[in-house]
């Protein structure tokens, strides 16, 4: 079964500090691996996204990483910033036979709180 | 300017109601699709509509139905609302329907069954 899994469910770090998100996946194959953002009440942003192919893809303060041996990924945010507090969502793109985009599967998403 | 708009954001109504969401996107994307996000924050897709077609639909109770006038619009119509139903609903387009594109999805419509 398709399943996308992200840790730690919730995370609470001061600003300026590092911190490190991950996804476990077990979709295959697949096509390209996503990181949403989502503040509350609002809908899910784009941060980064990573065919198969790829291993590293940095969007400012967030650089995304990818291992497709293993079936993990990881977001890491830099210098982090009152506004990172977010929720953020790992999404896998299956690659379904013939190449139609099927559906994308969604991780229950990583609540992080950038405290001052 | 906002890319992908949906109307109303909340809505509170009663079991056994009809009740539609609208859903408009200015990015010119031949893609529109809706989704559900429950209580648990899952995300789940329920329908996709590429050029006016209906191209994936979930196992979505029938009482769900999606209609396109337009490429550009892609409304959510709800019969005999259940308490089940109660969730955020996000609207997205993309370009086209390849998995290489990026989804850009609306502010969500909160749906309330009392």
């Not at chain 2, 029938?62 to 955020?88: Q, T």
Request: net charge positive; glycine share 6%; aromatic share 10%.
């Amino acid at each position: 079964k398709n399943q996308v899994e992200q840790s730690p469910q919730s995370l609470i770090i001061l600003e300026g500090k590092n911190c490190t998100l991950q996804c476990n996946y077990t979709v295959s194959p697949f096509s390209n691996l996503r990181w949403y953002k989502q503040d509350t009440g609002r809908g899910p942003v784009s941060l980064t996204i990573m065919t198969f192919s790829e291993n590293t893809k940095s969007n400012g303060r967030y650089t995304a990483t990818l291992d497709a041996d293993t079936k993990q990924s990881s977001l890491h945010i830099t210098a982090s910033q009152l506004s990172d507090s977010a929720s953020y969502i790992c999404v896998v793109s299956p690659r379904n036979y013939g190449g139609s985009q099927g559906n994308l599967i969604f991780g229950k998403g990583t609540k992080l709180s950038v405290k001052p | 300017d906002t890319a992908v708009s949906q109307t109303p954001k909340y809505l509170v109504t009663q079991m056994g109601n009809d009740k539609s969401i609208k859903c408009e996107q200015n990015l010119g994307h031949d893609t529109m699709y809706w989704y559900k996000q429950d209580s648990k924050k899952f995300l789940k897709i329920m329908f996709s509509y590429n050029n006016k077609e209906l191209i994936i639909n979930e196992t979505v109770p029938n009482r769900f139905s999606p209609k396109s006038p337009d490429k550009a619009h892609l409304n959510l119509h709800i019969n005999s609302l259940e308490l089940g139903d109660s969730a955020v609903y996000f609207c997205a387009s993309s370009q086209v329907l390849t998995p290489a594109y990026e989804q850009y999805f609306g502010p969500g419509t909160r749906l309330t069954v009392t």
